[in-house]
């Protein structure tokens, strides 16, 4: 089972191996003997590289992060060792970055992986640590036009790939360089480094990118013009339909999109050097097409905005091939683009008047150099959600003033959200509200509500039979939703409990995974969470939702991986159940089985 460790056994299941509700534990008791008030409260350590002989890692910079206190800074001597001095109790986590190598933290696994928090309490108070920072990678190569001179200027940037549930997927690194970009030198040099171990696609965005309106002459047009400088009066001939051209993002070894470039491979701290592709120009083309206007809606009051239509994981995550931009449609409701690089996209038309109610249009257009015409968007009403706020509560009265309500749509691709109308959600008085304008998609509910005596969470939002919360819910052309249900409460929910090896002492190395027992919501990330034990092997949990779970202890996982179904076969096929009621504090204290195997 590829990299994991899974705990089968229970402290707190010790009669029956069930998982019961417990009370919270008491704070372990003070020794009346030993005096705290002056002993230091300190995180101190030292840093090396990560080698096979490891070197001080000098003028590192160390950040002691806690929840609800301000970071503390400092940096490493000429010995690595640091310092933070006089800190309050808490749990902190401890990051360390330096040009060159890759940010960790303190346990971390991997630079992209939570670390271990560290505890200070009144029993302990001082804490010494060791980390090790491993040298980044690097990624190097020269940009070049379509005639071999180097692209100064232009902009190269690294993608990480992995697999997800089998498919091929890219994602930012979390590497200022490889995030913005580096800008390629007089010579077209591009360096990329202080990268993370792993596979990675490159692209480079050429700096005079954006709509091409480059025109390139025909043969005839040429020899029209040798002509017509030995014969002034002859005219040009130019040909019915001109070729445009314009530069556009490229993928290494010289391909328009992410799912074909190829795959670069670096081990930690290797150099990849001669990682060379051209930048080129690529045929452009002009999209034509007319909006049919209902006879209260001036032209003018149309706005268009044309944006790359989202296709497969690794394509949305990829680079975008052109610049957007908003256009007005002409008097007649006829509207062009030009200088349109290659790619999928959407048109959509918006009409957001005062008399009038929003209106909306799309057309999906895919452009493979040639020019498209007759692209038709006919503008019709968007779409109402209409329901009831509800409230389950202890210990407060029911809300009265619903102003500070908000309610969203959010599509469940990931994609921008898409508003109609100047104020799309009303919450009447009696809690009732008007979700107005809303285009046909699948989407997801986020809501938010808080009044003086309360911050309420959003429990579950009914929509069309399902939880639109935890499942996106399909809304479709000619729906008419009125009795949607988003139900708020004040009763909130915490797991939390130890996690020790099967000698009774603390297990920090590990994370503790936390998912639904029904398969139909792992795709819910309010349900599917992880945490890191503390130094002290504590771990808590909190805002997780009422409900059946399993529950899993691993070496490594992050939370791209939580995506991945077959791993969460894996996970569920050996974890254990236990269920969280409303209002509930659980304890469940959990120990790893002898003779874990990864």
């Known amino acids: 089972m590829r990299r994991l460790i899974i705990l089968i056994g229970l402290i707190a299941a010790a009669a029956g191996g069930t998982v019961t509700a417990q009370r919270a534990q008491r704070p372990p008791q003070r020794d009346a003997r030993v005096n705290t008030v002056n002993s230091p409260t300190e995180i101190s350590g030292i840093i090396v590289t990560d080698e096979d002989t490891p070197q001080p890692v000098r003028r590192a910079e160390v950040r002691a992060i806690v929840a609800g206190g301000e970071p503390r800074t400092t940096f490493t001597d000429a010995s690595g060792r640091f310092v933070f001095a006089n800190l309050p109790t808490g749990r902190y986590t401890i990051q360390a970055s330096k040009a060159g190598f890759v940010r960790t933290a303190y346990g971390a696994k991997r630079h992209d992986r939570p670390g271990t928090p560290v505890t200070l309490s009144d029993t302990d108070r001082s804490q010494v640590l060791q980390m090790r920072m491993a040298r980044g990678s690097v990624i190097t190569g020269r940009i070049v036009d379509e005639f071999g001179q180097p692209a100064q200027g232009a902009r190269v940037r690294a993608q990480v790939v992995r697999m997800i549930n089998g498919e091929r997927t890219v994602s930012q690194v979390s590497v200022p360089g490889a995030i913005f970009g580096e800008a390629t030198d007089d010579r077209g040099v591009y360096r ?62 010289g391909v328009l999109s992410a799912t074909e470039a ?55 995550a990829g680079i975008v091939n052109f610049s957007s931009t908003n256009r007005r449609v002409g008097p007649d409701g006829r509207f062009s683009y030009t200088g349109i690089t290659p790619g999928a996209y959407t048109i959509s ?68 959200m898409i508003n109609l109308g100047r104020n799309t959600t009303q919450v009447a008085d009696s809690g009732r509200f008007d979700i107005t304008g809303v285009i046909p998609g699948r989407y997801r509910v986020v809501a938010s509500f ?19 919360v935890d499942v996106p819910f399909e809304l479709a052309a000619g729906d008419a939703i ?33 998912f639904p027992a029904d398969r139909a919501l792992w795709g819910a990330t309010r349900r599917v969470r992880t945490t890191r034990p503390g130094t002290d092997g ?42 969280l009621a409303e209002g509930e504090t659980k304890v469940q204290d959990l120990r790893l089985a002898s003779g874990g195997k990864s």
């Open 450 to 468: 808080n009044t003086p005596e309360v911050n309420w969470i959003l429990k579950s939002a009914v929509i069309k039979g399902r939880d639109a």
């Open 192 to 253: 990329l480094y202080g990268l993370p171990a792993g596979e990675y696609v490159i692209s480079a965005t050429p700096r005079n990118s954006g709509w091409g309106d480059i025109r390139r002459l025909s043969e005839a047009e040429i020899s029209a013009a040798e002509r017509a400088v030995e014969q002034p009066r002859s005219l040009l001939e130019p040909e019915a339909q001109p070729v445009t051209l314009g530069y556009t993002a490229m993928f290494f070894p």
């Open 349 to 416: 038309a918006r009409v957001n008047g005062d008399d009038t109610p929003p209106l909306w249009a799309n057309a999906d257009v895919d452009v493979n150099g040639q020019n498209v015409s007759g692209v038709t968007l006919a503008l019709q009403e968007g779409l109402n959600i209409s329901g009831q706020m509800a409230f389950e509560m202890d210990g407060v009265d029911p809300p009265t003033l619903f102003s500070r309500a908000r309610l969203n749509l959010v599509p469940a691709d990931g994609g921008a």
């Open 482 to 514: 009125t009795d949607a249900v988003l139900t708020f409460t004040n009763r909130t929910q915490e797991l939390t409990g130890t996690l020790q090896d099967a000698s009774k002492r603390p297990a920090p190395d590990y994370t503790v995974v936390v």
């Open 538 to 579: 504590r771990f808590s949990i909190d805002t997780l939702p009422a409900g059946a779970y399993r529950i899993a202890a691993v070496v490594d996982i992050g939370a791209e991986e939580l995506e991945d179904q077959a791993l969460l076969e894996e996970l569920a096929a050996a974890s254990i159940p236990f269920t």
């Open 262 to 316: 190829g795959v670069i491979s670096v081990k930690r701290g290797e150099e990849r050097q001669g990682i060379d592709f051209p930048i080129q120009f690529v045929r452009t083309s002009t999209i034509e097409g007319n909006v049919i206007l209902p006879a209260t809606v001036r032209p003018e009051a149309v706005q268009l905005l044309m944006l790359p239509r989202r296709i497969g994981s690794a394509g949305s």
